[in-house]
């Protein structure tokens, strides 16, 4: 007490608000330590503040050891000498003299640019730790320029601690309060294993997060909501769920082999007759029988002599398809001035073309006819000739060309009307699904071998467990059946390792199948889980079974 | 709730929050104001006895805006109802606050202050109370209390899905997969004997711990894929699958397996592409067969599909009944009425066409948009279109001299002058019809 007094005397002078904080931790420190009488047991927040306060000073620590430890290396022997002396007293002093060295290091920073004035308090502190009255001068002069070099290097390590260490506890002791979580309090990562083993008492905890091991998502809705009346019983949800966790066999080998037969979809049939059961009460209808019925003739009829105003809405006057669909392959241009020569030439081209041939026509017919004449028996040519007539000089004129072949055409075999649009575009579709679908067939193929493999495994190990829990089970009810009775020693022992070996040798078999089984198929799982050429982008979720080893 | 009352000892009055008189000499004896002025005395209490005044602590000390009896209210709530429980602590502390000013208050004094965990220096300068009195009634007047929600009784039902026995806020059920794996394990206990049989005994409690391991990650895996698929709707799924064809149930069955392989995403796109081939492929069958009997157009075909069916009802139905045989040769007599109607509709002059009627004309799908637009804007058949395109295209091309619209009328005496010349125009902006250079 008296000690502590001559402290706080000593601080009085000097009172600036960083000193203050230690002062008043230490202070505060003191006064809950004296208030807790060891009969009383003290109140939580006592305690909080006690735990508080010791993790401070903790961490206040090792920024002093590096204070000490620099200063010994620099100061003369005498100084050394002066330090042996001050490290001798007890642990109480110790502590004293680390918070004077904050308080000066506090100075320190106030006056940094004010170093006549911080040397005289440094000289006077230094005096009271030595507790020697009288220096020498030769001593000061020897001793300033050394303390103004420790000034200017240290001037940097401790606001840099002080700033982080002071951000860093407000920051995490607010969030510890609001979680109101004791441990996290106390435990974070700057201890070390060994520490986090002593603070939590307990004799190992696992590195790693194990929350991997648990299914699904914690749920953080609400629950108090009433009982929903008609459940479904488990053992009908169960039931549900067998097809979902049944074995794999060949059968699903040969499933994912097989695929689906769509081979008979990509063709389209030809056109066949038409329909004749469709019923005349509705006119529709009966137009739509006449539309089937002329959408079957290839012949052309009527011709343009006689053509009228009701030859527009009935389809007596036709060409023939040739015709017909020569004239749809037609494609407007609408090109603009610099462009319009060309098609223009070709029109013409076409034209004397077409014109010479006429002309050798109507040579071979008439002879020494005018120009005059010739123009005008053109234009009633035209007229007067059928339109089947046309069709079969177009078609005559195309297999000079060599564009149609002998023979006729069969016209049924055509495939430019709606159904064989749709037709071709669903066949187009059933395509890209149909080979989709064939490349997820082969990534679950080479998936497969492998979960059968494991499968296997699994099996093996369930029927070793099996056995092994039955020896259990069998060992332990004759064991209690024989300590009901009195049985000496011998007889008992004798028991227990007579019937140890059978399990003992159950024991070694799992214990070799989990040794040397188990690593290759968590190397096999984990490569496959990483494999990015999957078609899928398959993210498996089947975590192996963490089989820890026999100690 | 203020944590200390007081009371008047004469008339009983509650003065924790006034100005009262406190005796020294007698042991717990408060007066208020006036009792104490007008000289009262009870018991051994005299009014010569010597007096202390006790003031209220409704000073602002940290705040500007909380007193110090509201400070003292407000840690003192917190030790006992417990930090976090804003709403409790708002309640306790009264003076019209509402939590969040409490949990602000309490953060900002007491956790962000340097002196952690006390608050820091007072207030600098001389407080003015009248103005903070004045501020404090004012809140008060102007303070609505939140509306009390009645709370209902929230009974422990964990087990409140639609599955029963399922736990949704646990995520367990109440009978798991190998749910007798604990059976074994149950009676184990560890003794500290070290004779060679008890360390036998020992390995051999350790292997079925490693046993009862393996088992209840065997069931996380399960009951991962579970959620991973959320097939604890089991309703919905049921519902689906009643929904699908038969072919289509088989199919998903077999496909189940694969499930536990693939994510849910995954597995819905690998069952899905299934779907959709046998829809395709039963698509395909059908315009195939409307194919066969001569259709060119979804419509005939739809039209189709609803005769046939008629017909299956019609031959169903006769079969039992000797009306629907009448019926049916009524039906057989009709169809051959097609021909005589399509004799008797070439004598008699057609009706003009109507749009509907146009739809339905064959050879439509040779027309491009623009030609069937110009062909239902001036009643023309494609047929008879096509022949005209045909006249018009070969007489230009064979004419010598430029082709006028004039020409192309007097081609076609016997049809309205207005069509031609429209048409005409149609295939000249399309330069089909052109001048020869």
Redesign the interface.
Known sequence: MSSEQQNEADSKPAVIPQCF?IE?QYE?FSRLSETSTPGVVPSV?TL??LL?ELQKMIECEPSCVEYFRQRKEELESHVDSEIETSKDESSVNKVEEKVEEFKEDNVEQEIKQKRSLSESPQESMLEKVSKKPKVSEAHNEEISPENVETIENELDLPVKGKDEQTTGL?YK??ND??T?SLLSFIVDDSFSYEQKKKLLCVDSFPTSDVRS????T??T?D??????NN????ST??S??D????A?NDD?IA?LKKG?D?SS?YN??????????????DE?????????????QTSAQ?S?E??????????E???GPL???L??S?I????QNDEE?K???A??E??ET??GS?KSKIGTSIDGIESGNN?YT??PD??ESS?SI?EDRLRYTLKQLGILYDGDVDWSKRQ????????RS??A??KV??D??EK?RNA?LQ??PE?MAFQEF?NV?DDL?KQ??QA??K??RSLKVKKKRIVTDKIG?SA??GS?PV??SL?DK?SMWLEKLQPLFQDKLTQHLGSPTSI????????T??????? | MPPQKYHCNVCAQDITRSIHIRCVECVDFDLCIPCFTSGASLGTHHPSHPYRIIETNSYPIFDENWGADEELLLIDAC?TLG??NWADIADYVGNARTKEECRDHY?KTY??S?????ASVELPGPVDRIAFAARKRARIEAFQPPPIIPQ?P??S??????????M??R?E???EYMNEAEL?IK?MNFDDDL???AK??M??K???L??Y???L??R??????????N?LD??R??ANEKRMSKEERNLL??T????????GP?YQ??VN??H???T??K???D??E?????????E??H??ER?KTQ?FLLSKASASYDKQLRHVKSFNQ??S??FQ??DI?KIV??K??TP??FS????R????E?EQALCSK????P?????????L???S????KPFQKTDAVN??K???AN?VEQVYDFFH????I????
């Open positions: 904080k008043n505060t927040s909080w503040r508080f407000v002791n607010a309060l609001l109101g091991l648990v299914a699904g914690p749920a809705d629950f108090s909501h009433n009982k929903p459940q479904i019983s488990i949800f169960y549900s769920l097809p979902y966790f049944r794999f699903d499933f689906f769509v979809s389209i049939p030809p056109l066949g007759e038409r329909y004749y059961d469709l019923t005349p009460e529709m209808t009966n137009l739509c029988a006449n539309s089937i019925y002329q959408n079957l009527g343009l006689a053509f009228n105003e009701a030859d527009t809405v009935s389809e006057v036709r060409c015709t017909e669909r004239m749809a037609l407007p241009c609408y090109t020569q098609p223009s030439i029109v013409g076409f034209a077409d014109s006429e123009e053109e234009q035209i007229q339109l046309c430019d009307d709606e159904i064989s649009a749709t037709l669903l066949n579709r059933l699904v149909s989709e679908n997820m679950l998936m497969l979960e699994q190990m467990d092994i829990e259990y089970v060992r332990n022992s227990t390792s140890f399990i003992k024991m799992r899928f982008n398959d993210l498996s979720d089947h975590t079974s963490n089989y820890s080893t026999s100690v | 030790e930090l976090g953060l956790i962000e340097d002196c952690y965990p006390l209902k929230l009974a039902t964990p087990q409140c899905h639609e599955i029963q026995g399922y949704p806020g995520l059920f109440d009978q074994p009676d004779h060679e049989s036998h005994e390995q051999l350790l292997t079925m490693n046993i391991n393996s088992r990650t065997r996380a895996v399960r009951k991962q894929t579970i959620f991973n698929h097939l089991y309703r799924l049921q069955n077999k189940k397996a694969f499930a536990r392989l693939l994510t995954d796109k690998f592409s299934y959709e081939q046998i395709l492929k698509q395909i069958s315009l195939q409307w194919r066969q009997m001569g259709l060119t157009t979804l005939q075909g039209k189709y005769d017909k009709t169809t009425a097609p109607v399509r509709q002059p057609r003009p066409a509907t009627m339905a004309s064959a050879d799908q040779l027309l491009s623009d001036l009643q023309i058949f047929k008879p279109f096509l022949a005209l395109k045909f006249a295209i070969s007489a091309l064979t004419s010598k081609l076609f016997h049809l309205d069509k902006n399309a330069r089909w052109g001048a020869p250079t």
